[in-house]
């Protein structure tokens, strides 16, 4: 049976509600998920795909890499010349180079630590993607990092030992000066659960969840109410024209009481700007938490490299920690920004202007095909396909582009399967951030592996729709019930765009 006959019959199912109908029409397997499927399909006529547009070809607009290569995600958009260029790939250096322990021979990029999760950007983002694949067993991970948040309203924030992160790495040459140790976190204890299943063409598949536990705690127990929520770095590319989406843009798009009863209720968090004082709508971060690409890069700096800076300038040492704090001082006596403002600007003219890799073969008749099933499914719901960046972007070269990222950048109930249960500003324990879906076909092809959702533990784009849960519910069951020349092609446009 394909999308067109299992919708319309869904909804013949919902207005009669008999079993015998059920039973007898489609079987029993899509007559039990049809049920499951009552409240969402009741209130949700198909959707048709609009009519093809050939901007779509350049999800990045003018920002598009030009020739791209398939060795690295990491060039600047066809936008950026002269000097400009030269620009961004000085601001490259900060991002791959390894930062060292201060003082140094360099005091350009010393001040690594004391506490720490890797030396470098690259080592979370590999060719400007995700990190690398991690093993089962205790160690050290580095594209992994634990977040730490409260499991209930009234729990602390924060952990009042180890803070909303754990650093698993700690530097080495202070420590012959301390009177406290100076000791990691913890180590990460990760290893995989597996459920197989079945399409309803009978064809099998397999899911893996990963199981986290933090071991070797170095400082006592975790606070009482405080979770665990692991995170895998993510694409970085395209993330200055997210940062040009208008807010405006983005409040439309917001749906707390699903005013339009299709069960989905887009919700954007608020986030602190640390410069401004005030909350904003939260763009990044697997929660969104932060609300612009500033705070995020400077943030991650601070958090997983131990780098102060002009945003953050603090070290992550909590009060429990005397050991980091006697190794700051050692470091750094003066408390000064461990990165120049200056420096700051090169890594975001970088940051700003990675380019969005074109789209492939969007023409081909199978992945048209596969576009009209993206549609039919309401995946457009939340991976909303395309924006123009706002006229009053301050920076004007990333202003006025017509883009095609398919995100709405809010938060989505996405199910219990996929669930942290920890809340991050007005995120709850099952909210996630849509992420952007702009080049996700190509992860295997640069990278060697490809690893979806928020901590990797999908294999392949197919596995990621099957983690659907929540408000993507009906979109993954109806997922399932495709046959599997249905499914190739809609994996195919997916991979494509």
Not at 401 to 414: C, N, Q, R
């Amino acid at each position: 049976m394909n999308i067109n006959n299992l919708l319309e019959t869904t909804k013949e199912i919902t207005r009669l509600r008999l079993p015998t109908v059920i039973s007898s029409s489609i079987g029993l397997v899509i007559g039990l998920t049809a049920i499951n499927l009552l409240a969402g399909c009741e209130q949700q006529p198909k959707t048709v795909a609009p009519a093809f547009d050939a901007s779509e070809h350049s999800p990045g607009g003018k920002a598009t890499i030009k020739n791209f290569n398939y060795r690295t995600f990491i060039k600047p958009g066809a936008h950026l010349t002269g000097l400009d260029r030269v620009d961004f790939w000085a601001g490259f250096t900060f991002f791959e180079m390894p930062w060292v322990e201060a003082p140094a021979s360099t005091s350009v990029r010393d001040g690594l630590g004391p506490l720490f999760n890797t030396h470098s950007c690259l080592s979370c983002h590999g060719k400007g993607s995700r990190g690398k694949f991690f093993d089962e067993g205790i160690g050290e991970q580095s594209g992994l990092l634990i977040r730490l948040g409260p499991t209930h309203p009234n729990a602390p924030k924060v952990d009042p030992v180890y803070g909303g992160q754990i650093q698993v790495r700690t530097i080495a040459a202070a420590k012959k000066y301390l009177t406290d140790p100076l000791l990691p976190e913890a180590k990460i204890d990760l290893a995989f659960e597996y459920t197989d299943g079945q399409y309803a063409d009978g064809e099998s598949y397999q899911l893996r969840k990963p199981i986290i536990k933090l071991a070797e705690l170095g400082y006592g127990e975790l606070a009482s109410g405080i979770g665990l929520s692991p995170r895998f770095g993510p694409n970085i590319f395209g993330m200055g024209l997210l940062d040009a989406i208008s807010d405006k843009d983005l409040i439309a798009q917001e749906d707390l009481a699903d005013a339009n009863g299709d069960h989905i209720s887009a919700k954007y968090n608020r986030g602190l700007d640390v410069v401004t004082g005030e909350k904003a709508i939260g763009r990044y971060g697997f929660k969104a938490k932060h609300p612009n690409l500033l705070q995020q890069v400077t943030d991650a700096f601070n958090n997983d490299i131990g780098i102060v800076n002009p945003l953050f300038p603090n070290e992550v040492c909590t009060d429990s920690q005397p050991g980091c704090q006697q190794a700051s001082k050692i470091t750094n006596p003066k408390g000064e920004h461990e990165i120049a403002e200056r420096l700051v600007q090169d890594v975001m003219i970088f940051s700003r202007h990675i380019g969005v890799p074109p789209a492939r073969n969007l023409e081909d008749t199978e992945t048209q095909q596969g576009r009209e099933l993206f549609y039919q499914l309401n995946c457009q719901a939340c991976h909303t396909p395309s924006y123009t960046t706002s006229a009053t972007y301050p920076h004007q070269d990333l202003a006025s582009i017509k883009i095609w990222p398919y995100t709405d950048l809010a938060l989505h109930d996405m199910g219990e399967g996929l669930a942290d249960g920890v809340f991050e500003n007005d995120a709850n324990g099952k909210e996630w951030r849509t992420p952007p879906l702009w080049g996700i076909g190509l992860q295997q092809q640069v990278q060697g592996q490809q690893l979806f959702l928020h901590d990797g533990r999908a294999r392949s784009i197919s596995e990621a729709i099957l983690w659907h849960g929540g408000e993507a519910q009906a979109s993954q069951q109806v997922f399932k019930q495709l046959t599997a020349t249905e499914r190739k092609a809609l994996i195919k446009f997916l991979r494509a765009i």
